[in-house]
């Protein structure tokens, strides 16, 4: 027997939303705190920045890459148990971070707890939103995922705050407690399909909704060898190799040209900033002007962004790039699950996106170290932010040359009965 709905008149799916919210605000909150802890990293292990710079990478793998497994999971066993197991994971990861007595630890610690809690906790998460809603599912994922947003907003300066006052390992001990007490918590409110509560998508009555008891779709299969897939697939990993070089080396960076460490930490805050309004507005408005064509956008609007980076020194340069950039990308991280579940439909999307992200997986195991490591020769970013630049544009003209064909075939695929 299901427990009874949470308030009268207040769709069930909101609060799958708000707990989606919770666990990206807490799992890539606590990740992207990582540029906050490069340089006592760096000062305490006397590590080059391209070495300390792979320890989020090897997270971002784990964590984009995992989906694979978790997303099928979710859609067999439930999204909720694996929520909360990666909320816990990700605790013990940074609590294992804060007692590591070398890099290396750091690595074992940190790569394989975050990266195989927000692994486990993302994809599923964001997978039982999509099943919740159909003429609002742009902002309903818009919303979910604007918690990365926030949670970059809120996280690095809590994180700058605790490094100064206690320490980088207590800082990280504390990250830990958060995470499992507000991202395992939330995570309890998690539902895999409106279907148990006899409910359609958007709160409608079961009856009135024309959907089969099992969500209709493409086999993952079958999506995976289109290709609409294909397209999406290509130009997310090749965007994904400059999208998360910010947010491990735009402190670093920052300092660099002279900017004050607590401005410098600020400037993740206003990737959050335009992160969360670029979830909170881009979702919603690619519900009305097509949610592809939105996708097009954000690769352009990343590139136009990082071209700024590329010549920004002063702060308030900086600062506009850092929002102009969030913007974008949070656009792209709300648009991306539901094109997705466009194309081909609601019977696998958590395997679908879950195969997807192992695109960006690569991206983030290769972009923000190449960067490091390039900066380490070369003592300069220059190169690594045009290669952003350069891959966004590349990604874009992907979108573009597939467009047409990927929408006939999804629009087929749509219709396709489940089994």
Request: proline letters at 4%; glycine letters at 16%.
């Amino acid at each position: 027997m299901h427990a009874a709905q949470p308030g009268p008149g207040i769709f069930r799916g909101w609060f799958v939303v708000a707990a989606a919210f919770a666990v990206t605000f807490v799992g890539f909150g606590s990740a992207y705190t990582f540029s906050a802890f490069v340089g006592a990293l760096q000062a305490d292990f006397a590590a080059s920045r391209g070495s300390v710079s792979l320890v989020f990478s090897l997270a971002g793998f784990l964590y984009f890459g995992l989906g694979v497994i978790s997303g099928p999971l979710a859609d067999r066993w439930g999204s909720r148990r694996l929520a909360v197991t990666g909320m816990v994971l990700t605790g013990l990861g940074l609590a294992g971070a804060s007692a590591a007595r070398s890099l290396a630890e750091v690595y074992v610690a940190y790569g394989l707890g975050v990266g195989l809690g927000v692994g486990c906790s993302y994809v599923p998460a964001v997978g039982a939103v999509q099943r919740w809603f159909v003429r609002r599912r742009g902002f309903a994922s818009g919303l979910a995922v604007s918690g990365i947003g926030v949670g970059t907003l809120v996280m690095p300066p809590l994180a700058a705050f605790l490094i100064a006052n206690l320490g980088w390992r207590d800082a990280y001990l504390l990250l830990g407690g958060l995470a499992v007490a507000v991202g395992g918590g939330m995570a309890l409110l998690i539902e895999n399909d409106p279907h148990a509560r006899g409910l359609g998508p958007d709160g409608d009555p079961l009856q009135s909704a024309a959907r089969t008891a099992r969500p209709a779709g493409a086999s993952v299969r079958d999506a995976v060898r289109s290709g609409q897939f294909v397209s999406l697939y290509l130009a997310c990993l090749i965007s994904s190799f400059g999208v998360f070089v910010p947010f491990v080396h735009l402190v670093p960076y920052a300092l660099d040209h002279g900017v004050p460490h607590s401005s410098a930490v600020l400037l993740l805050g206003m990737i959050g900033v335009g992160s969360t309004a670029g979830r909170f507005f881009l979702g919603g408005l690619a519900d009305r002007f097509g949610r592809r064509r939105s996708l097009l956008a954000m690769f352009a609007g990343m590139a136009l962004a990082l071209g700024v980076w590329a010549v920004a020194t002063e702060v308030w340069w900086l600062a506009a790039f850092a929002f102009a950039f969030g913007v974008f990308y949070g656009g792209w991280v709300a648009v991306l699950p539901a094109v997705v579940m466009d194309c081909f439909g609601g019977r696998n999307v958590s395997g679908i996106i879950g195969i997807l992200y192992t695109s960006v997986a690569f991206g983030t195991l290769i972009g923000p170290s190449a960067a490091g490591f390039a900066f380490d020769r070369s003592h300069s970013y220059t190169l690594p932010i045009l290669a952003g630049v350069c891959a966004n544009i590349i990604a874009a003209g992907i979108l573009i040359g597939t467009s047409k064909a990927g929408a006939a075939a999804g629009a087929a695929r749509r219709e396709q009965p489940a089994p």
